[in-house]
């Protein structure tokens, strides 16, 4: 019950966290209902499995990377496994990306998060602004028409148009929960370091990924590891770069 935490953060941080959470409840059943009225097709099913087990096989291959970041990380953490969960959001129908959100998340958690001593809430937390980020992209896919088909200028512009949307959920949502948290600091001093720059990059990543599998192209897939791997190396680094060289009371130089 120790990881269970949120009771003993501040009260706008924790109604923060419930209506977020009961937001992507929302969201989640409405996906099931959806589900319902227009089952998935085989082909839809084997998508949603290979980018499940992709998300998976990258966690276990930045395992000890993913744990030590999760560690040392003490504001913002920027999650390359957005990777996957864009590419799902483009790729996939909304119950189906939701479905490789779960699965995957609960492997994430008891493989990263919690040997890394990570709140339950929090993993939570993020995973509810995800499907919040999924649902915005799929809102976008809705209002364009487009159901994976990108093969145009047209198409490149709508899944620019979800980049952004993604990245402003996901991002808005996880900062305000932090200054919510640090009374007095600050939007741009919170995504430091590039960030923002990190999650556009891991989300590009996922656009990729996702114009592989729609035109049956997916043995590209692995090239995509390569560079996780690199993105997983780099930003650690600078975590602990920083670790070293500030206070983490102060901020300031050692």
């Not at 959806?34 to 097709?41: I, N, S």
């Not at 799929?138 to 148009?161: K, M, P």
Request: glycine share 8%; proline share 4%; hydrophobic share 55%.
């Amino acid at each position: 019950m120790k990881a269970w935490t949120l009771w003993g953060v501040p009260r706008r941080v924790r109604a923060l966290v419930l209506i977020v959470d009961l937001l992507a409840l929302v969201v989640v059943a409405a996906s099931i209902a959806g589900l319902v009225l227009t089952p998935a097709t085989g082909g839809e099913l084997i998508v949603a499995a290979a980018l499940t087990v992709s998300f998976i096989v990258h966690v276990e291959l930045s395992l000890h990377a993913e744990r030590v970041r999760r560690t040392v990380a003490e504001t913002r953490y920027c999650d390359l496994s957005s990777v996957w969960t864009f590419a799902a959001a483009l790729a996939l129908p909304l119950p189906l990306a939701i479905g490789l959100l779960i699965i995957s998340y609960s492997h994430l958690y008891w493989r990263v998060c919690r040997p890394s001593g990570v709140p339950s809430y929090r993993e939570g937390y993020s995973g509810a602004t995800v499907v919040l980020a999924m649902g915005a992209v799929s809102a976008v896919r809705w209002a364009t028409g487009l159901d994976g088909n990108y093969a145009s200028t047209f198409g490149a512009a709508v899944i620019v148009a979800c980049v952004v949307v993604y990245a402003a959920t996901n991002t808005i949502l996880v900062v305000l929960a932090i200054r919510l948290s640090q009374p007095g600091s600050r939007f741009m001093a919170i995504l430091r370091g590039g960030d923002l720059e990190l999650e556009l990059a891991t989300l590009s990543l996922g656009a990729i990924v996702a114009a592989a599998i729609l035109p049956s192209a997916g043995f590209v897939i692995p090239l995509v590891f390569v560079v996780l791997l690199v993105l997983e190396r780099t930003t650690l680094v600078r975590e602990l770069k920083e670790r070293v060289q500030t206070d983490t009371k102060t901020g300031l130089l050692n």
